[in-house]
DNA sequence: TATATTTGACCTCT
DNA sequence: AGAGGTCAAATATA
């Protein structure tokens, strides 16, 4: 446990010289990424520790904590990890980290899918208007559907309950309604796709699919699609719905060094009302005052899992700025 | 009766 | 042409 220590120790020793050499570093942007390369690999060491420490002790009824799903370019952030650390000490430097973090983003276009296509997938859409009479039978059906494939992506890795409904990833704060489910070619399990219940009553938007894992069944990939924009659920289900543990890896697919490395989790925590907590589930929890502050360290399970790390949209849509996101708005 | 899920067909994109 | 995503009728469930 000591090692563990050690390590958390050392990162955040990483991060106060990061925060010293910030104003410096904000031009060179590999040095930066170096940087946070080693924050992330301080963190990532103390991970695997403890989780070498938790094979040994963990019980059945802890939902297993995901091992080595992430790749070189991936590093885990602990969730718990992580949550100690914002609140220690460094809430605003990662603030401003992130804001460099975005900037890097929106110049490189490297996130995801997210990028020019979108503008000129509508402008396919809307230019092609009248080519809707198609099909055998679609004289009252006039389908005009636009894939969302455009659309930012964000990707979690999910735990399978280990008990209960071992076919669906845990609650995620949302309520969904499933509307498919394909066969996806290469895949040994099908995918399942859903959208927001309250998509009819408040237009939203927001999807996501799930999939196991072809390599480890007990791991769902969920991809979140779209905004919540119904801001329905009337409370926010408690850490005790979804543990900590469960949040594994963000695969937000920016692969950049920095936007992969650093969790949205930690965006969250420091853009206050920044969109905010969309939507909660209907189901229980208690709903808890998040912001208590002008810049509040929220917690990061409940930053995650109520304001929606559970629909990935609204944790992960702190990850990108807001004029992002009204671009994908209707 | 209302709402959710299943599933085959359809649509869009590559 | 094929894969992936979505629609919507049929069916199940509360």
Request: charge should be negative; charged fraction near 20%; include cysteine.
């Amino acid at each position: 446990m000591e090692e563990v220590i050690n390590s958390i120790h050392r990162a955040s020793e990483l991060v106060q010289r990061l925060e010293q050499d910030l104003p410096n570093m904000v031009n060179q942007p590999r040095t930066l990424s170096l940087s946070i390369d080693e924050i992330t690999e301080a963190f990532t060491a103390a991970k695997e520790k403890l989780l070498l420490i938790s094979q040994h002790n963990q019980t059945s009824e802890s939902p297993p904590m995901l091992l080595h799903e992430t790749t070189p370019q991936q590093p885990l952030m602990d969730a718990t990890l992580m949550q100690e650390w914002l609140r220690t000490s460094h809430a605003l430097t990662m603030d401003q980290l992130f804001q460099m973090q975005q900037r890097a983003a929106r110049s490189s276009m490297q996130i995801g899918e997210m990028g020019g296509r979108e503008v000129e997938d509508s402008e396919r859409s809307m230019g092609s208007e009248g080519d809707q009479g198609q099909g055998i039978h679609a004289p009252s059906r006039p389908r005009r559907r636009s894939r969302e494939g455009n659309q930012e992506k964000r990707k979690i890795l999910v735990p399978a309950p280990q008990f209960g409904n071992t076919e669906m990833p845990p609650e995620d704060g949302f309520t969904w309604r499933k509307y498919g489910q394909k066969e996806i070619l290469g895949s040994k399990y099908p995918r399942s796709y859903y959208r927001c219940t309250h998509q009819k009553l408040y237009e939203c938007q927001a999807k996501k699919m799930v999939q196991r894992l072809d390599h480890n069944a007990n791991i769902f990939e969920v991809t979140y699609r779209g905004k919540h924009t119904c801001h329905m659920s009337s409370t926010a289900p408690s850490s005790s719905s979804v543990p900590l543990e469960q949040l594994l890896v963000d695969m937000t697919q920016s692969s950049n060094t920095i936007s992969s490395q650093l969790s949205p989790s930690v965006n969250l925590s420091l853009l206050p009302g920044s969109g905010g907590p969309a939507a909660t589930s209907g189901r229980g929890g208690a709903s808890t005052s998040r912001f208590g502050g002008d810049y509040p360290v929220v917690d990061m399970a409940d930053a995650m899992f109520n304001s929606g790390s559970s629909s990935g949209n609204n944790s992960m849509e702190f990850l990108f700025s807001p004029a992002e996101d009204k671009s994908d708005a209707k």
